[in-house]
């Protein structure tokens, strides 16, 4: 197994899991190499369901490397929070809890391509610019039009595009959907407590389904 | 190298590199076994400059799958946010910006070593658990010995604890400390303004020190 994935735990819903890449973009980008692990933070845009782009500074030696059609993997990962047992009202009871961490995270296999032709990287720019200012800016988006055309020819000559073919894809939302539906509301609420509204609002999605035994 | 890190990303100070870790615990903890490239997301404690300890699931492969003095990357990751080219006062007068994503990240490496035995179970359990009720409870901090002693003796039978010897940490903080002084107070209150304030606390600590040429 490539990550510890009890059933419970999860994220078998396609469109969870393309939420968690909307709302955590920057992945850590992990491969592996001559000289041993590699990691950078990316943020990358997923392209239909086979596909994550995205591109790296031409002096990051990622590209260098790292060979085309080489396995790396993207770890995608939302918000995250400690559980204390002090939050589940069953804790007086019987005392039988130890604390937890819930997050969700999506990791995601794939062989890269890197793309070092000037019309490959301006459209790997263009998506992810136009995505990410349309849903921050909308009508006020920047457009890689409003630079001038000579300074992102330079800003293009920097950069190296890539493309990861995906070949699997594993997630978890570890969000106490295994305790019983008291306990996970009072963790729930504790989290809001404490400011973790991310968290709380993804445990609320995932409430657990009957009394554990 | 095994991250992509200029000159003027790079973070050098020890107490930033503790305090990134204090406040993101929560590592993506990776592999390079037969079966390919394996994460998981696993708290982890500083034990002094030269150790971090941790435990999994007795039922995760990883302990299986890792042999003892085996290279790891341990990935903590703080706040991050996309900056918009918008947030900029000075693209009005020269448009000469493009997006980019700021965050701080900590990767440490390291041979790690699993520990199956009771005394070492209970020791790490114990100091992480001491660690983050401190911090979150405080004098109503959870305590394993709230916890029926044959019920803890099951928990840790169910566990595998292992410690990490660091041997290089490499830490970034990308907070446009690059940009003009007046673009990165603007891309502060446009951050502050989304609700971004961790991002913007950290790059509020690492102000340029003068105007970009």
């Known amino acids: ?20 890449l909307a709302d955590a973009p ?16 990316i943020p990358l845009l ?31 990962r939302r918000d995250d929070a400690y559980v ?13 809890h130890v604390p937890t961490w819930n997050y969700q995270a999506v990791h995601v296999h794939g062989l890269i391509t890197f793309q070092h032709d000037e019309k490959a ?8 610019t136009a995505w990410h200012e349309r ?16 300074y992102m020819a330079t800003m293009l000559t920097n950069i190296v595009a890539f493309r990861i073919a995906i070949t699997r894809v594993i997630a978890k939302s570890k969000l106490s959907q295994n305790r019983e539906p008291i306990d996970h509301q009072g963790a ?12 709380a609002a993804a445990m609320v999605k995932r409430r657990p389904r009957k009394t554990a035994p």
Chains 1, 2 share one sequence.
Do not use: C
């Open 84 to 96: 204390t047992p002090n939050s589940y009202p069953t804790k007086a009871a019987h005392h039988r």
């Open 188 to 199: 729930v609420e504790n989290l809001m407590s404490r400011g973790k509204a991310g968290i």
């Open 121 to 128: 990287k301006r459209r790997a720019v263009g998506m992810l």
């Open 26 to 41: 920057l992945a850590a980008l992990v491969a592996v190499t001559d000289e041993g692990l590699v990691a950078n933070h």
């Open 46 to 76: 997923a392209e239909g369901a086979d596909t994550l782009i995205g591109h790296v500074a031409l002096a990051n030696d990622l590209h260098r490397l790292v060979p085309d059609g080489a396995s790396v993997l993207a770890i995608f």
């Open 135 to 150: 849903h921050l800016n909308g009508e006020t988006a920047w457009r890689m039009a409003d630079a001038p055309a000579n």
């Open 1 to 20: 197994m490539t990550m510890y994935l009890p059933a419970h735990f999860a994220e078998t819903n396609d469109e969870e899991i393309a939420a968690i």
